[in-house]
């Protein structure tokens, strides 16, 4: 049988109120009726077996019986700072992070970066945070935070164990990915890469600088590439 389908609800009770877009989902897209079961989360971790009770024109009204925790959450704590791409890039590494456990996002702009941020931009990410934990069976959201200059980004960074800086101008690792523990903060440039001051700048804050090999990788690619190698050595992927 396949699992319950999931739903992202804030406040979560004995009798829960589904509405806006998720009542739409479940009401005309996915056509469940009262009596489905379903499978409800707030994104703090925890989640719920619910039954549909009554199905109105614009909400419907669940009855939650089970509590569990979900297993199937990052226990690593991977932090990925990305710079802002441009198009839906940024999208795609946050869909991507999410799946691979990330627990927090920081998108940063930095010198060579071209890419802007917005509160449109932003909201855009977070729905999609939230729509990539509901398909992989995540049942916690991973943060995001915009920073509007690459110091506050590193400065956010503070605290992690373990700081990899992917730094497409150096040749040997200064520490190599497979060291790493199960805290984690990662930084990946955007299109335009860094600055030798950036790097310096991250560095004095505590990062190492890695190569991801000889071929320069779009900024996405490097972001995914980097954080799913972390994540394994982190624990996470087994
Ligand atoms: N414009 C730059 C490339 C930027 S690639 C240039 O022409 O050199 C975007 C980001 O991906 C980089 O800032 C870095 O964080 C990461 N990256 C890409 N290839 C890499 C590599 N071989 N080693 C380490 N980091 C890499």
Do not use: W
Not at 178 to 184: C, F, L, M, R, Y
């Amino acid at each position: 049988m396949a699992a319950p389908k999931r739903f992202l609800v804030k406040n979560i009770s004995e009798e829960t109120i589904l509405s806006g877009e998720e009542f739409n989902h479940a009401k005309n897209v996915l056509r469940l009726f009262e009596g489905s079961e379903v499978t409800l989360f707030d994104g703090s971790g925890a989640e719920y077996s619910a039954v549909i009770t009554k199905i109105g024109k614009s909400e419907m009204v669940l009855h939650t019986v089970r509590k569990g925790v979900s297993e199937r959450d990052p226990k690593a704590n991977l932090y990925l700072l990305v710079g802002a791409l441009k198009g839906d890039k940024t999208e795609l590494v946050v869909q991507k992070a999410t799946e691979l456990g990330v627990q927090k996002i920081g998108v940063f702009s930095s010198k060579y970066c071209s890419a802007y941020m917005n509160d449109n931009k932003f909201s855009r990410l977070n729905r999609v945070a939230a729509e990539a934990s509901k398909q992989c069976l995540r049942a916690t959201v991973p943060e995001l935070f915009y920073f509007d200059s690459f110091e506050k980004a590193v400065l956010s960074a503070e605290g992690y164990e373990d700081k990899l800086f992917a730094c497409e101008f150096i040749t040997e690792s200064e520490k190599e990915i497979s060291e790493v523990k199960s805290s984690v903060a990662l930084i990946v440039g955007s299109e335009g890469g860094f600055t030798k001051e950036e790097f310096e700048f991250a560095k004095g804050q505590g990062f190492k600088g890695v190569t991801l090999g000889k071929r320069i990788l779009r900024a996405e690619t490097a972001a995914i590439a980097f954080l799913s190698v972390a994540a394994y050595f982190a624990g996470e992927l087994k």
